[in-house]
């Protein structure tokens, strides 16, 4: 059976990241990004390791697109981050809607659930073939 695990994990990191610079202003990006990554392996990683997560779904690839990048450099994750940092404080709202950071949710959600064999072969349903 897979346990409803229906926590926004990158807005909840994101929020528990952002909320601390909302009174002192702009963030950097480095050490910001390099928080989030950190956080977001770790959340997901805890989820994949519990038995009853069969793998992972995410929206990101609804705002952006399912043409992930490989690679998005730091600098436009970093950038990225910040944007959305400044949209945070001026409305309020967290909407992960920004490519280099979408793609890097997307692969860093890939590469873990790869780690832990998600889903493995045990939950996959196999069709049933009839010969005639």
Do not use: W
Request: proline content about 5%; aromatic content about 6%.
């Amino acid at each position: 059976m897979e346990k409803d695990h229906a926590v926004n994990h990158e807005q909840g990191i994101l929020k528990e990241l952002f909320d601390p610079h909302t009174k002192t202003g702009n963030p950097e990006a480095g050490p910001l990004l390099e928080t989030f990554r950190k956080s977001l392996v770790e959340s997901l990683d805890n989820s994949a390791a519990d038995k009853d997560v069969i793998g992972f779904k995410s929206i990101v690839c609804y705002r952006t697109g399912m043409d992930v990048a490989l690679y998005n450099s730091l600098t436009e994750q970093g950038q990225a981050l910040l944007e959305l940092f400044d949209v945070y404080v001026k409305t309020g709202s967290l909407r992960l809607e920004h490519k280099p950071l979408n793609d890097e949710v997307v692969r860093v959600a890939l590469t873990i659930a790869g780690n832990h064999k998600l889903p493995g072969n045990e939950n996959l349903v196999t069709p049933e073939i009839r010969h005639h």
